[in-house]
């Protein structure tokens, strides 16, 4: 299995040297997410840095760094056309807010847009019949991953009657 690593390395490095000029037989490298970085298989350091085109089919990963979370798409695929995969849709490291806010005690939690709780996420609160919520029905993570206001709570309503 090692044989055939070294071989898939070697050629692999052959053809983005062959053909580091020409775009139109791979794809130009991309930079990464701010805060995040690439990680290309079968590359190593010395060779990421002096190359300038990937082959076509070449797929590269985005990772981030510290409590961050890739939002958008984390792999990018290199096309026949010398374009990557869905450049249309931003690649980026978020902070995350913590989880424990995405549920609540005899209540419902919306969560906005859907996916891991980062920078720019909005959760709705909204409680169960026979409870009225005690707090603002909405908070968002901001840029410092924190959410901006404190989480509410669901009171029993000893008023309820039931509908």
Not at 17 to 22: D, E, I, L, V
Request: hydrophobic share 30%.
């Amino acid at each position: 299995m090692e044989r055939w690593y070294m071989v898939f390395l070697c050629s692999v490095w052959s053809f983005i040297r062959a053909n580091a000029s020409n775009t139109s037989a791979g794809c130009a490298i991309i930079r990464p997410p701010r805060e995040g970085g690439i990680r290309y298989r079968g590359l190593t350091q010395e060779q990421i840095r002096s190359v300038q085109v990937l082959p076509v089919d070449y797929e590269i990963e985005y990772i981030c760094r510290g409590n961050r979370v890739i939002v958008g798409p984390k792999v990018r695929k290199c096309l026949l056309n010398g374009t990557w995969t869905d450049m249309g849709h931003k690649s980026q490291c978020l902070l995350l807010c913590p989880r424990m806010w995405t549920s609540l005690e005899n209540g419902r939690v919306t969560l906005w847009p859907q996916g891991p709780p980062a920078e720019g996420t909005t959760l709705h609160y909204s409680c169960l019949p026979g409870f009225i919520l005690v707090g603002r029905n909405s908070t968002q993570c901001n840029k410092i991953g924190k959410w901006d206001s404190p989480k509410p709570v669901c009171h029993y309503d000893r008023h309820y009657r039931g509908t």
